[in-house]
């Protein structure tokens, strides 16, 4: 079987000893852009292209018009505990 359909069968079994109760889930606190980005001191302006999206999508998410959802909670606990970090991975060739 491939590495996906392998990884595929783990996290169903997963799912499942959560869903009987025999092991915890795990549950990420949310994250909301507008304090990530208040707390390393950016603009909108600087915070959306570390995003990887528009000035006007991530100021949909400030505003609760658009949800934050995928891999996006992620990028931003990243940039709240090592942005410049995620400015050098932005910048390098």
Known sequence: ?????DE???SLNEALAHARGEAPAVVHAPVTPREVRKQVKLTQ????????MSLS???KWEQGARRVSGPAPT????????PEAVRRALLAP
Request: glycine share 12%; net charge positive.
């Open 45 to 52: 302006a600087q915070m959306a292209p570390l995003m990887g």
């Open 1 to 5: 079987m491939s590495t996906f359909g």
């Open 57 to 59: 999508g991530y100021r």
């Open 8 to 10: 595929l069968i783990q």
């Open 75 to 82: 990028l931003l606990r990243v940039i709240q505990k090592e």
